[in-house]
């Protein structure tokens, strides 16, 4: 019985042509868009987030440093800094998400 399913499934994946996709109908998505900002430090990532972030980045940028540590920083270390509980969801959420590589802040349009 094992050996007739084998025989078949091997029939099959013979038949189909390698360059063929064996999903078909399936529309292919890209991440990959416009303009981004090449140098993101900690105000590049907090302007690109938005909502009022912007009003913590020297807090930030004397007690933290970089966005490298940022990254890193946990929910505690945002609380001593006295960031309210709305803006350290934020900055975690985003954080996050930019070191999955799933988000990443927009360079402002270029003015001509």
């Known amino acids: 019985m094992a050996w007739r399913q084998i025989l ?7 038949s189909v042509p ?10 292919k998505f890209s ?14 990532f907090l302007s690109g987030v938005g909502k009022g972030l912007e009003k913590h980045v020297e807090k ?3 007690e933290i440093g970089g966005l490298d540590k940022l990254l890193v920083t946990r929910t ?3 609380k001593r800094l006295g960031i309210p ?14 070191r999955l590589g799933l988000w990443r802040p927009r ?6």
Not at 31 to 44: D, F, M, N, Q, T
Not at 107 to 112: G, I, N, V
């Open 76 to 78: 505690i270390k945002l």
């Open 18 to 27: 390698a360059h063929s996709n064996p999903v078909s109908g399936i529309a």
């Open 8 to 14: 078949t499934w091997s029939r099959r994946l013979s």
């Open 31 to 44: 991440s990959k868009s416009g303009h981004y900002v090449v140098k993101v430090g900690i105000p590049e």
């Open 85 to 98: 509980c709305q803006d350290r969801k934020l900055i975690l959420k985003y954080a996050h998400k930019y």
């Open 107 to 112: 360079a402002e349009p270029l003015k001509s």
């Open 60 to 62: 930030l940028e004397s």
